[in-house]
């Protein structure tokens, strides 16, 4: 027999399956790596003692993985083969992106090898004592031929099983995974979703939006910038809002966001990959790429999202992206919704107010009364602490306080001299017929107090029931006051207006008889009646005998 140089091993593994290893190991077998053309990769060997290392490192033995390795690659499951007797190898194929990578192997070696002409050749080749590696071999007891198929399908179904295994703890991780990204963006919806309300102010809610996604993306900061163009942004309009720490100087940073506004082209998520080209300071290499989200609604621009610099070092990544777009499509619909709102209270204030000019203008005198009553009801409803929500129902239901006198004959209304007992009935019926037109529309209902009961007095002797004191509903109590203040300081058919001194001289005399006391003092305390006195010379003039021609022959 020719002698050969023994085949130099690693203890590396190439197919990482540890576990498979480790169970090898456990049950003292060699376990080979090759490739496909049966070139030994790596080698885990038992700690018997046996000489089956010396077996596997020979020359003789890497020779017969490669005449096998060509045969192996046309079956499914190579079945185990004797290399010699006594020494089989039991071919475990390797799929990897599902191709075959190569094999595990298996090596057994059984008492039949004692007597076989091979070990002779192996053991000259290694510089071992034959009788010593027969004894060896011998005290090891490995099993005899007739187990070697029960090893191989053992060893299969266990590589099975943990590849399967493995391939399994692969899908859970890539599902927990992709279940973390969908939890993120379900909360940062639910967050926003939650915040959505057409109440809700828009400045606020866009800030507090901004500032939950630049935390969720980790991100070092955050732009939103609005829309320059869209009218019915209102306030809104050409605004830029920051979360976290502004890279640069923010009127660089709002220039930039209206450049992206109305230039961007995409539709979607994007990245601005060379910022130093856009020649910002503080914009530089340090910021890394910036994630763009237009905020869109119906193919119409309303604002841009824009951010950079990941806390953790990172890149941005698609699940950025994902989450970017979830909240730029709330924020859109938002948007939408807050300018349809406006739409519709600039609509209702709009027909309030013609309703109520309409009814002004049946006495030229009391022309813009309504509207002047509203806003003092309003000063003194802030005066007063009154939340915002319910100063701004007081100046409604004062707006349309007067709105039952569109049931009374004008004679009756315009009339210089005293007014006859029924005329005076009819005028006090006012209240009553205003309630049976505001209870009509279900969002005015909450107003009806203050139009019931604005002619009711503090010490009961008012109309249209009599009650007095805190008995009064609030509105009621409010508009009393403004009313009067308004009737006091503008001139009638049937006197002049009062000097402002007068008039507060008045005021003060009547707290606690006909006006709420506490109201009547927050009053003369704390309304500055500039804005007022304003509106009442336009009023004046707006209803001056030479401009009523001119704008009757306009």
């Known amino acids: 027999m020719q002698t050969t140089q023994p085949v130099q091993l690693s203890q590396e593994t190439r197919f990482g399956t540890p576990p498979f290893v480790q169970r090898c190991q456990a049950l003292g077998i060699t376990l080979l790596t090759i490739d496909c053309e049966g070139r030994i990769l790596s080698a885990q060997s038992r700690n018997s003692g046996a000489m089956d290392p010396d077996v596997v490192?020979?020359?003789?033995?890497?020779?017969?993985?490669?005449?096998?390795?060509?045969?192996?690659?046309?079956?499914?499951?190579?079945?185990?083969?004797?290399?010699?007797?006594?020494?089989?190898?039991?071919?475990?194929?390797?799929?990897?992106?599902?191709?075959?990578?190569?094999?595990?192997?298996?090596?057994?070696?059984?008492?039949?090898?004692?007597?076989?002409?091979?070990?002779?050749?192996?053991?000259?080749?290694?510089?071992?004592?034959?009788?010593?590696?027969?004894?060896?071999?011998?005290?090891?007891?490995?099993?005899?031929?007739?187990?070697?198929?029960?090893w191989a399908a053992m060893l299969r179904w266990m590589h099975g099983d943990l590849a399967s295994l493995d391939q399994q703890t692969h899908e859970v991780d890539d599902l927990t995974r992709q279940l973390g990204e969908v939890y993120e963006e379900l909360s940062l919806v639910y967050k926003l979703s939650a915040r959505m309300s057409v109440t809700h102010d828009p400045l606020s809610f866009l800030q507090e939006a901004l500032t939950e996604?630049?935390?969720?993306?980790?991100?070092?900061?955050?732009?939103?910038?609005?829309?320059?163009?869209?009218?019915?942004?209102?306030?809104?309009?050409?605004?830029?809002?920051?979360?976290?720490?502004?890279?640069?100087?923010?009127?660089?940073?709002?220039?930039?966001?209206?450049?992206?506004?109305?230039?961007?082209?995409?539709?979607?998520?994007?990245?601005?990959?060379?910022?130093?080209?856009?020649?910002?300071?503080?914009l530089g290499p340090a910021n890394g790429t910036i994630l763009l989200v237009p905020v869109s609604r119906d193919k119409q621009r309303l604002a841009i999202f824009f951010g950079g610099q990941k806390t953790d070092g990172t890149a941005l990544s698609s699940v950025d992206s994902k989450l970017a777009t979830a909240a730029a499509q709330n924020m859109a619909i938002f948007i939408e919704n807050a300018m349809l709102y406006d739409d519709m209270e600039d609509m209702f204030m709009g027909t309030l107010h013609a309703l109520v000019s309409s009814i002004d203008a049946k006495d030229s005198y009391t022309f813009g009364?309504?509207?002047?009553?509203?806003?003092?009801?309003?000063?003194?409803?802030?005066?007063?602490?009154?939340?915002?929500?319910?100063?701004?129902?007081?100046?409604?239901?004062?707006?349309?306080?007067?709105?039952g006198k569109i049931g009374v004959p004008e004679s009756v209304l315009t009339k210089a001299g005293r007014l006859t007992p029924a005329e005076f009935a009819m005028v006090k019926a006012h209240p009553e017929l205003g309630v049976k037109i505001v209870e009509r529309i279900p969002q005015m209902r909450d107003l009806i107090p203050g139009v019931l009961h604005h002619h009711e007095k503090y010490n009961g002797g008012g109309y249209p029931y009599g009650l007095s004191g805190v008995d009064i509903p609030l509105f009621g109590r409010i508009i009393c006051l403004a009313d009067s203040f308004d009737a006091m300081s503008s001139s009638r058919t049937y006197r002049s207006a009062m000097p402002v001194e007068e008039v507060?001289?008045?005021?003060?005399?009547?707290?606690?008889?006909?006006?709420?006391?506490?109201?009547?003092?927050a009053f003369m305390k704390n309304v500055d009646l500039a804005r007022y006195?304003?509106?009442?010379?336009?009023?004046?003039d707006h209803r001056s005998p030479l401009n009523q021609v001119m704008r009757l022959t306009a």
């Open 57 to 150: 490192g020979s020359a003789l033995f890497a020779g017969s993985l490669r005449r096998l390795a060509p045969i192996w690659a046309g079956r499914e499951a190579p079945e185990p083969v004797a290399l010699w007797p006594g020494c089989w190898a039991l071919p475990i194929p390797v799929q990897r992106r599902r191709q075959r990578a190569g094999y595990y192997v298996a090596v057994l070696v059984t008492r039949e090898m004692v007597e076989t002409e091979q070990i002779q050749v192996i053991c000259e080749a290694a510089g071992i004592d034959l009788r010593a590696a027969r004894s060896r071999v011998e005290a090891h007891l490995p099993p005899g031929a007739a187990a070697v198929d029960q």
């Open 504 to 521: 507060f001289q008045e005021l003060a005399r009547c707290s606690g008889s006909q006006f709420d006391p506490e109201l009547a003092h």
């Open 213 to 282: 996604l630049q935390q969720v993306l980790g991100l070092r900061w955050a732009a939103l910038r609005l829309s320059d163009d869209e009218l019915r942004l209102h306030g809104l309009r050409g605004r830029t809002l920051i979360a976290g720490h502004c890279p640069c100087d923010l009127d660089d940073l709002g220039r930039l966001g209206a450049g992206l506004v109305t230039d961007c082209e995409t539709s979607g998520a994007a990245q601005i990959q060379q910022v130093c080209a856009l020649g910002i300071p503080g």
């Open 369 to 403: 009364h309504s509207e002047r009553v509203a806003w003092l009801s309003r000063e003194i409803a802030r005066a007063a602490g009154l939340d915002t929500r319910t100063v701004e129902r007081v100046y409604l239901s004062a707006l349309v306080h007067d709105v």
């Open 533 to 540: 006195y304003a509106m009442l010379a336009d009023h004046q």
